[in-house]
Nanobody, 126 residues
Framework: QVQLVESGGGLVQAGGSLRLSCAAS????????MGWFRQAPGKEREFVAA???????YYADSVKGRFTISRDNAKNTVYLRMNSLKPEDTAVYYC????????????????????WGQGTQVTVSS
């Protein structure tokens, strides 16, 4: 069992930055691929970024070049650094964990993840 707790969300002006954190419980954090997804009101949950246990990273086209995902296995934590934020980035951001290694396509699918956090709100004002 893995428990995930997100933090770092908030209100920021367009062009600003935020760093989200996701702290995971459990001793096998390094064996999990970690993903960030987001869901805006009235929209489906969408993939944002993922990082596997080897450190390979994957991004949605909409955030590539602006967001950076990283992980610290010693702290059981995954981060999402978000720069140049836009109003369309406004959403609840969720952290997710998927055990083991998969192909890059799989990391983009929400249903492939085993555990989810409760989410943290990010609001970008124009």
């Amino acid at each position: 069992q893995v428990q995930l707790v997100e933090s770092g969300g908030g209100l920021v002006q367009a062009g600003g930055s935020l760093r989200l954190s996701c702290a995971a419980s459990g001793r096998t954090f390094s064996s999990y691929a970690m993903g960030w997804f987001r869901q805006a009101p009235g929209k489906e949950r969408e993939f944002v970024a993922a990082i596997n246990w080897t450190g390979s990273t994957y991004y949605a086209d909409s955030v590539k070049g602006r967001f950076t995902i990283s992980r610290d296995n010693a702290k059981n934590t995954v981060y999402l650094r978000m720069n140049s934020l836009k109003p369309e980035d406004t959403a609840v951001y969720y952290c997710a964990a998927k055990y083991g290694y998969s192909g890059s396509y799989v990391y983009r699918i929400a249903s492939s993840y085993d555990y989810w956090g409760q989410g943290t709100q990010v609001t970008v004002s124009s």
